[in-house]
């Protein structure tokens, strides 16, 4: 299995602080090896991963928030004058 394990500027920082707290239970930690040995990524690789994954999805939730915000005050239906020109631009089209 190839994982990307790029880890982002904001998830840099969080690393350090894993790596110096080191103090997973051991249940979490057992549970971290044997996923890492499974994926073929070092512990390290792995943290990185799931840091990675965890401030990507926190982006999506505040992006979510902020677009539910929005459509709370604002209509989330095309105006119909610019359907129909929309329409017009694009033309027909078969599928």
Do not use: F
């Amino acid at each position: 299995m190839v994982v990307n394990t790029c880890v982002s500027q904001e998830a840099t920082p969080l690393l350090v602080a894993v790596e110096r707290h080191n103090a997973l239970p051991n249940h979490v930690s057992e549970q971290a090896h044997k996923l890492a040995a499974d994926l073929g990524l070092s512990l390290d690789q792995l943290i990185a991963l799931a840091l990675n994954r965890l401030l990507n999805d926190s982006g999506a939730e505040v992006v979510t928030a902020t677009l539910e915000a929005v459509y709370a005050h604002e209509p989330s239906t095309l105006d119909p004058g610019l359907g129909r020109l929309q329409s017009a631009a694009l033309g027909r089209e078969a599928w």
